[in-house]
């Protein structure tokens, strides 16, 4: 099974600051990579697919990038909005497998 | 809308049984393939099991396997969970997401959840 790996485990910004977020694979997995935003007591919302496509209805201020075995996310300027729980999935093979984790936390 | 909604869980004693449900509606349920995905309290995602289109495909965790079934009925637009010799670790707010059309091994869509909890 493919590990995914991401850090930091958390993370605590401001309104307006840039916030990146790392994701490694054990192994290559080309661009296979998906991220996911879930906010408490809500279900997962899928944000970014092949490393950097933009899922529509997404803010630009969203980005991800990577290849291979390590992967980013940034947020350009955080909003309000923005305050949740992130998390990486490699979409290169079964059985699927996510990421620990990155919570964004207010400062 | 697509739109995804969970039922069945409850409370389960350690080797009993569940079924959950998904309704799903919005979208040609038929043209999707279909996964389980499940969150401990306060944990992370686990990717639990795929159905393909039509059925012919199956895949479980590991953790999982030889206990769950997964299937689906496209005529009733409804996936389903079997969980069997349920176990502590089994505890989980249980997700059914949907396969993206373009790679489907990229979730696009995701139910609200439904909670198994699994104590005597």
């Known amino acids: 099974d493919i590990q995914m790996t991401q850090s930091p485990s958390s993370v605590s910004a401001s309104v307006g600051d840039r916030v990146t977020i790392t994701c490694r694979a054990s192994?290559?997995?080309?661009?296979?990579l998906a991220w996911y935003q879930q906010k408490p007591g809500k279900a997962p919302k899928f944000l970014i697919y092949?490393?950097?496509t933009l899922q529509s209805g997404v803010p630009s201020r969203f980005s991800g990038s990577g290849s291979g075995t390590d992967f980013t996310l940034t947020i350009s300027s955080l909003q309000p909005e923005d305050f949740a729980t992130y998390y990486c999935?490699?979409?290169?093979?079964?059985?699927?497998?996510f990421g620990g984790g990155t919570k964004v936390e207010i400062k | 809308e697509v739109q995804l909604v969970e039922s069945g869980g409850g409370l389960a004693q350690p080797g009993g049984s569940l079924r959950l449900s998904c309704a799903a509606s919005?979208?040609?349920?038929?043209?999707?393939?279909m996964n389980w995905v499940r969150q401990a309290p306060g944990k992370g995602l686990e990717w639990v099991s795929y159905?393909?289109?039509?059925?012919?495909?199956?895949i479980y965790a590991d953790s999982v396997k030889g206990r769950f079934t997964i299937s689906r009925d496209n005529a009733k637009n409804s996936l389903y969970l079997q969980m069997n010799t349920l176990r502590a670790e089994d505890t989980a707010v249980y997700y059914c997401?949907?396969?993206?059309?373009?790679?489907?091994?990229?979730?696009?869509?995701w139910g609200q959840g439904t909670l198994v909890t699994v104590s005597s």
């Open positions: 997401a949907r396969g993206a059309a373009e790679r489907w091994e990229v979730l696009d869509y």
């Open positions: 919005g979208f040609t349920f038929s043209s999707y393939t």
């Open positions: 159905i393909s289109h039509s059925s012919e495909n199956t």
């Open positions: 192994q290559g997995i080309s661009s296979w």
């Open positions: 092949a490393a950097s």
């Open positions: 999935q490699q979409a290169n093979s079964f059985p699927l497998t």
